[in-house]
């Protein structure tokens, strides 16, 4: 039977210790022990549904942890405080001294930064490739490379890698697969396609309310307790926890998602087909024009649709931001940096969330001046919200 991702988040069954149907949040940092044993073997790692310590685990991360190693079909997860939280801490277990990571050149701006400008200060090199070309993937190989970094749909353009053909890379060479998943949850499940690792920004789309941030590693339960290890986890050590209250926040936000991401893809398509029918440069997974629309085909699960995130390009900065400014204006969306929201956001990657990324290396990558990034938003009726976008578009002369 097809792995069906928000069948397994319902199939999870827990109460509150009153019988509530959600469990209670866990309120405490710390936790005591009834023998001086026990507290002990804790430490050690050796008990089993023991708390130490709430920056090690608590009942309410591990609920939500639970939840997330469900969606993805991992043995276990680890939340976090925040995307970067999780993403570094992966990085920095995984990867030491003279290690090597090849890395997609499209990748959220933030963890193209730590890559390039963090990690070297330990010795950790990256080289950046076109994660689509799996020839030059497998070229930048080295003798020192661990890891294999990208996202399955990429920020911001769009790109999409082929996770089974880089399992087998991996594989292959003997190296990590990890993958972001953050722009495509539910839609892809890259430990169902072969990665080691599924990474996720939880304030995007599977919080979905624009009211916190967070992160989830998905992986086995081996590398979730190296992580957690109080000697030499990088969960542990680098403190990146995520609080109680989120946690539990988060969880019964996630019971929506399959709804959510299943409107923000239909609206996404929609949009998607009207933009490029005007003549307008679009892209989107779900258009047969989209270079990775046939491979998207064959990794998703189809009822999820090809998500909500789109770009198109309107030529120059100078119309980019009119152009959202107006839309703003007519309440279409927020003028904002984020995704995953009720409403639809735009921003212009060049000069905000890909500002890291030099500029002569954003147009190698095909990051150009006039690209909006929309995550579009739940709107019930996105013929109006298209007519009115539409409108906008006439009157800043980007289209007749
Ligand atoms: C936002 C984002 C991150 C970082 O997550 P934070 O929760 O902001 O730390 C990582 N990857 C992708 C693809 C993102 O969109």
Do not use: W
């Not at 319902?10 to 109460?15: I, P």
């Not at 801490?89 to 890395?103: E, F, K, T, Y």
């Not at 998607?272 to 998703?300: D, I, Q, R, W």
């Not at 770009?311 to 900065?317: R, W, Y």
């Amino acid at each position: 039977m097809a792995f069906k991702p928000a069948n397994s988040i319902q199939d999870l069954q827990y109460f509150g210790e009153f019988g509530g149907v959600n469990p209670s949040i866990s309120d405490s940092s710390t936790y005591t022990f009834i023998s001086a044993k026990t507290m002990f073997d804790t430490f050690e790692g050796n008990t089993d549904g023991c708390y130490l310590y709430s920056r090690h685990s608590s009942p309410s991360n591990l609920y939500l942890g639970e939840a997330l190693a469900a969606m993805e079909g991992t043995e276990t997860a680890n939340v976090y405080a925040s995307g970067m939280g999780a993403i570094t801490s992966v990085l920095l277990q995984n990867c030491g001294a003279g290690d090597h990571v090849v890395s997609s050149r499209t990748i959220y701006g933030g963890t193209y930064a730590f890559l390039k400008n963090f990690a070297p200060r330990f010795n950790i090199k990256s080289s950046f490739v076109d994660i689509t070309k799996l020839e030059v993937v497998e070229a930048a190989i080295t003798p020192n490379t661990k890891m294999i970094y990208c996202e399955c749909v990429s920020n911001p353009l769009l790109e999409v890698a082929d996770i089974k053909g880089l399992a087998q890379l991996a594989k292959k060479h003997n190296l990590q697969l990890v993958v972001d998943n953050t722009f495509s949850p539910l839609s892809i499940s890259p430990a169902k396609l072969g990665a080691d690792v599924v990474i996720h920004s939880l304030t995007k789309f599977i919080n979905g309310s624009s009211d916190t941030v967070g992160g989830v590693v998905c992986g086995t339960q081996d590398f979730i307790n190296e992580l957690k290890n109080v000697n030499d986890g990088a969960a542990m050590l680098l403190g990146s926890t995520m609080d109680s209250m989120r946690s539990a926040s988060v969880l019964k936000n996630l019971r929506t998602l399959h709804l959510r991401m299943q409107q923000h893809s239909k609206n996404g398509l929609y949009l998607a087909e009207k933009f490029e029918a005007n003549g307008l440069k679009t892209v989107y997974p779900g258009l047969a024009s989209h270079p990775a629309h046939e491979l998207f085909k064959t990794m998703m699960n189809t009822q999820y649709g090809f998500g909500g995130m789109l770009t198109i390009d309107v030529g120059s900065i100078a119309k980019a931001n009119a152009l959202m400014e107006l839309m703003q204006h007519k309440n279409l969306g927020y003028l904002a940096v984020s995704l995953g929201f009720y409403k639809t956001l735009f921003s212009a990657p060049g000069s905000s969330t890909s500002s890291e990324i030099p500029e002569d290396e954003q147009k190698a990558m095909g990051l150009s001046d006039g690209l909006i990034r929309f995550s579009i938003g739940l709107d019930a009726d996105i013929e109006r919200t298209y007519n009115m976008m539409h409108e906008c578009l006439v009157e800043l002369k980007i289209l007749e």
